[in-house]
């Protein structure tokens, strides 16, 4: 992760500012996670001397904003890809026809869409249980029942191996 991270730096190679500061943001809460839970897991495993609560809900945090972020990044990108599909159907319609070439980028980009929703729909399905897993009393935190938590679950990593064996990915 770290990376990753050390390589995106500042996502200046990102074409649009509000897809890289979300980025920037997501590394930031990915890059907290990791240390948070070991923290909180060594805590658990008396390795050292502070109690884990407080560690697992920071770590929990940090894997709910992640999330966060990464929904609001798949927002954006499919807007951006839907302002580029209605430029060129317009680009098209002043050229009166549609060519191979437009036809072909039209599919991918409408791939690109499909593949940003799923991504929205599996973060929100990981959002859910991780709300769920923080303390009571914020928003359903422990509500959930256990057959739900389940699902959620399965919703999420059907979708990711759907995007892996399908080769969408919504990073690649």
Known sequence: MFAYTWSYGLGVSEEDAGVRWICVINNLADQLYYPLEHIAWAADARLIGVKSARWWTLSTLMWAVSL????????????????????????????GSLSEAGVSR???????????????????????????????????????????????????????????????????
Not at 76 to 94: A, C, F
Not at 114 to 119: A, G, I
Request: charged share 15%; net charge positive; no cysteine.
């Open 68 to 95: 966060l972020m990464n929904i609001l990044r798949s927002v954006r990108v499919i807007l951006l890809l839907r302002k580029k599909l209605r430029k060129n159907g317009r680009t098209n319609q002043r050229k």
């Open 106 to 172: 039209s599919t991918e980009v409408q791939q690109q869409v499909h593949s940003e929703v799923l991504s929205i729909l599996s973060s929100m399905a990981d959002l859910s249980n991780a709300i769920h897993w923080l303390p009571p009393g914020f928003l359903w935190s422990s509500r959930f029942p256990h057959w739900l938590v389940g699902l959620l679950g399965t919703v999420s990593s059907l979708i990711g191996l759907y995007q892996t064996y399908s080769g969408g990915g919504a990073n690649g």
